[in-house]
């Protein structure tokens, strides 16, 4: 599909003086069209035989613990009657388009046209009226925590303000279409969820509060001039903090994604950058929290011009589409037509020229399982996709991507993601720093991502594991080993064309028996 960006070498870093590269190798890495990798990595369902593990036991006993996918442990009943986070949503618009099908809702809607100077940031309606809301691009209230006992900033792990099994509960919205009428008061069906379901719930839930707490003292310190390294290790500090960060069991679940402008995902500064945010930026700040291996991936977009506004609000409404329109048996190409109806119904002027907001056609949203943050489907974000259906109990990451540009992201610039492959084939490794490497980022993230600002902490990425004397020294050469024998992904920044913008939304949500639960839905977005 695309052409090749093969000539763009996205392990290449300028070695730390003193490293040798140890392997003369040409990476002229096949210019992959991101969608088919993407969609190649999420082939990984047939689980090969042979894993790695048993090769990695030989290293370090501790490593197989990190891929063990937890069992859904049946606690107390998840409760969820604190102060809920739905009631409280800022948007008309999302409510006048509740119930319709974002094909429907769009014909009706016009075109919007570029929204000048508005003044401030806006107000949340629903809420105390308090205070504003923080930034450009969310809604809601700076006392969003402080109710649920939480001090400002934020410093009481997230566990200590809620009794076991009753985290707040996401938004609740009935499962679309006429065949899931029943499922809402189906005896049957919600005798199933206190069943099977009620602790893994709460462990979500737990992961879910983790994040708005996050992300509401992130929208607080936001603003030009801020390092985005400095930004990154601030937001990531204070999520280790208050998931009370303990090794797998409880943490960050992948790198604080800081995609600028045409930059659409997977961009998070490496040691070094000194990218500094600016006025004009559009910024994707995209992380996740996890709980047991429970993964929250929630991300808003950024921004301080007004003229991005429509940029910003057609992306976050074509997420709230494509959520008004997820279900269990919901064939997920239908979801894709329903969220590029609604994006491409906006237009955005930016210095004077009017551009179409497209929808980006080779990123998606993905389901997400234990330790797993693309569990195998692909929920597409324009219409043509294939006709795969929700199913009862998934965990989906629903997001969307606008664009100014092509609406088509090739990966470009610096790699720092990485991603030890879930199926990753069994690869004698010769070299003692690529097994020694392999085996710490085995026992530190197990399957989760990381990146490389964290094995370069004195700790390596987890203080519980490693304590202080995890620091990785000179690991490049054997991270590219890594990469290029297929035990460890590469997850390079994904990209429109220069000069474009791309703004994000994303939620994560639940495939419940009797309703769909939108864990991470915030007074924000
Ligand atoms: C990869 C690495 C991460 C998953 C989507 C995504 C950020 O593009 C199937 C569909 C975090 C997440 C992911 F560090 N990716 N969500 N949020 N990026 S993806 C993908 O690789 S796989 C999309
Ligand atoms: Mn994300
Ligand atoms: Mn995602």
């Given at each position: 599909?695309?052409?090749?960006?093969?000539?763009v070498?996205?392990?290449?870093?300028?070695?730390?003086?003193?490293?040798?590269?140890?392997?003369?190798?040409?990476?002229?890495?096949e210019?992959?069209?991101?969608a088919?990798?993407?969609?190649?990595?999420?082939q990984?369902?047939?689980?090969?035989?042979?894993?790695?593990?048993e090769?990695e036991?030989?290293?370090?006993?501790?490593?197989s613990a990190a891929?063990q996918?937890?069992?859904?442990?049946?606690?107390g009943?998840?409760?969820?009657?604190?102060?809920?986070v739905?009631?409280?949503e800022?948007?008309?618009?999302?409510?006048?388009?509740?119930?319709?099908?974002?094909?429907?809702?769009?014909?009706?809607?016009k075109?919007?046209?570029?929204?000048?100077g508005?003044a401030?940031?806006?107000?949340?309606?629903?809420?105390?009226?308090s205070?504003?809301?923080?930034a450009?691009?969310?809604?809601?209230?700076?006392?969003?925590?402080?109710?649920?006992?939480?001090?400002e900033?934020?410093?009481?792990?997230v566990e200590?303000?809620?009794e076991?099994?009753?985290?707040?509960?996401?938004?609740?919205l009935?499962?679309p279409?006429d065949f899931?009428?029943?499922?809402?008061?189906?005896?049957?069906?919600?005798?199933?969820?206190?069943?099977?379901?009620?602790?893994?719930?709460?462990?979500a839930?737990k992961?879910?509060?983790v994040?708005?707490?996050v992300?509401r003292?992130?929208?607080?310190?936001?603003?030009?001039?801020?390092?985005?390294?400095?930004?990154?290790?601030?937001?990531?500090?204070?999520?280790?903090?208050?998931?009370?960060?303990?090794?797998?069991?409880?943490?960050?679940?992948?790198?604080?994604?800081?995609?600028?402008?045409?930059?659409?995902?997977h961009y998070?500064?490496?040691?070094?950058d000194?990218?500094?945010?600016?006025?004009g930026?559009?910024?994707?700040?995209d992380f996740?929290?996890?709980?047991?291996?429970?993964?929250?991936?929630?991300?808003?977009?950024?921004?301080?011009?007004?003229?991005f506004?429509?940029?910003?609000?057609?992306?976050r409404?074509?997420?709230n589409?494509?959520?008004?329109?997820?279900?269990?048996?919901?064939?997920l190409?239908e979801?894709?037509?329903?969220?590029?109806?609604v994006?491409?119904?906006?237009?955005?002027?930016i210095?004077?020229?009017?551009?179409?907001?497209?929808?980006?056609?080779?990123?998606?949203?993905?389901?997400?399982?234990?330790?797993?943050?693309?569990?195998?489907?692909s929920?597409?974000?324009?219409?043509?996709?294939?006709?795969?259906?929700?199913?009862?109990?998934?965990?989906?990451?629903?997001?969307?991507?606008?664009?100014?540009?092509?609406?088509?992201?090739?990966?470009?610039?610096?790699?720092?993601?990485?991603?030890?492959?879930?199926n990753?084939?069994?690869?004698?490794?010769?070299l003692?720093?690529?097994?020694?490497?392999?085996?710490?980022?085995s026992?530190?993230?197990?399957?989760?991502?990381?990146?490389?600002?964290?094995?370069?902490?004195?700790?390596?990425?987890?203080?519980?594991i490693?304590?202080?004397?995890?620091?990785?020294?000179k690991?490049?050469?054997?991270?590219?080993?890594l990469?290029?024998?297929?035990?460890?992904?590469?997850?390079?920044?994904?990209?429109?064309v220069?000069?474009?913008?791309?703004?994000?939304?994303e939620?994560?949500?639940?495939?419940?028996?009797t309703?769909v639960?939108?864990?991470?839905?915030?007074?924000?977005?």
């Amino acid at each position: 599909m695309a052409g090749p960006v093969g000539e763009v070498d996205n392990l290449k870093v300028d070695a730390p003086p003193g490293e040798e590269a140890d392997d003369g190798e040409e990476d002229a890495e096949e210019g992959a069209d991101t969608a088919s990798s993407l969609q190649g990595r999420s082939q990984k369902q047939q689980r090969q035989e042979e894993t790695q593990e048993e090769q990695e036991e030989e290293e370090d006993k501790t490593a197989s613990a990190a891929s063990q996918a937890p069992a859904p442990s049946p606690t107390g009943e998840a409760k969820g009657d604190v102060e809920g986070v739905d009631g409280e949503e800022g948007d008309p618009d999302a409510a006048a388009d509740a119930g319709e099908t974002g094909a429907g809702a769009a014909k009706k809607r016009k075109k919007k046209k570029k929204k000048k100077g508005s003044a401030g940031v806006s107000t949340c309606p629903g809420g105390t009226g308090s205070k504003v809301a923080p930034a450009r691009g969310v809604t809601g209230f700076t006392d969003s925590y402080v109710r649920h006992g939480q001090t400002e900033p934020p410093t009481i792990p997230v566990e200590d303000l809620f009794e076991e099994g009753s985290f707040p509960e996401g938004e609740i919205l009935e499962h679309p279409r006429d065949f899931n009428s029943f499922r809402i008061t189906s005896e049957e069906k919600r005798a199933e969820e206190r069943l099977q379901y009620a602790g893994l719930y709460d462990k979500a839930r737990k992961a879910a509060e983790v994040h708005r707490q996050v992300r509401r003292h992130a929208q607080s310190y936001i603003k030009p001039g801020i390092k985005l390294i400095d930004m990154c290790t601030t937001l990531e500090e204070k999520n280790r903090e208050l998931v009370r960060e303990n090794g797998l069991d409880a943490g960050i679940a992948f790198p604080t994604g800081c995609s600028l402008n045409h930059v659409a995902a997977h961009y998070t500064p490496n040691n070094g950058d000194d990218t500094v945010l600016k006025h004009g930026d559009v910024m994707k700040v995209d992380f996740g929290t996890q709980v047991e291996g429970h993964i929250i991936d929630c991300a808003w977009t950024v921004s301080f011009d007004p003229q991005f506004d429509p940029l910003l609000e057609a992306a976050r409404e074509a997420t709230n589409a494509g959520i008004r329109n997820a279900g269990i048996d919901v064939p997920l190409n239908e979801v894709g037509a329903a969220i590029q109806e609604v994006m491409e119904s906006y237009e955005v002027e930016i210095n004077g020229t009017t551009y179409p907001v497209k929808s980006m056609r080779n990123l998606t949203g993905h389901n997400i399982g234990p330790y797993d943050i693309h569990a195998g489907k692909s929920v597409p974000i324009v219409k043509g996709g294939d006709s795969t259906r929700m199913e009862e109990g998934e965990f989906f990451a629903i997001e969307t991507f606008g664009s100014t540009g092509r609406g088509h992201v090739v990966e470009d610039l610096e790699c720092s993601h990485y991603m030890k492959d879930i199926n990753a084939p069994r690869v004698p490794l010769r070299l003692p720093k690529a097994r020694q490497l392999l085996s710490h980022i085995s026992k530190t993230f197990g399957t989760l991502a990381f990146c490389r600002r964290w094995l370069e902490r004195p700790d390596g990425g987890s203080a519980t594991i490693n304590g202080v004397s995890g620091k990785q020294e000179k690991y490049v050469g054997a991270l590219k080993q890594l990469c290029d024998s297929g035990l460890v992904n590469a997850l390079p920044p994904l990209c429109d064309v220069r000069g474009s913008y791309v703004a994000q939304y994303e939620h994560t949500i639940l495939m419940r028996p009797t309703c769909v639960e939108v864990l991470s839905r915030g007074d924000d977005f």
